[in-house]
């Protein structure tokens, strides 16, 4: 696995997860999904993730977890990565 592709890919969807702002984010809690993304070198790479709240405490910060593997022996220790989304109002 090039661990510098699969992580440029998790920043990559965690960015884009992250710009769709609080709100849409907030109606999502609780969602988890696991989709296949290629690399630009044709590598599949799967990317899991969860939203929800920090700390458990609704209309707090959200967060955003993700990992990537190959779907090898790197499955079971994933590269991860993790974005925290506050309020507007902070």
Do not use: C
Request: charged share 25%; hydrophobic share 40%.
């Amino acid at each position: 696995m090039d661990k510098q592709e699969a992580l440029s890919l998790l920043k990559d969807f965690l960015d884009q997860l992250e710009s769709a702002g609080y709100g849409a984010l907030s109606a999502r809690v609780g969602e988890n999904d696991a989709l296949e993304v290629a690399g630009p070198s044709g590598m599949q790479y799967q990317i899991e993730y969860d939203i929800l709240w920090d700390h458990k405490l609704p209309n707090g910060d959200l967060r955003i977890i993700g990992s990537v593997d190959d779907g090898g022996l790197q499955a079971f220790a994933p590269l991860t990565d993790s974005r925290l989304v506050s309020p507007p109002s902070r």
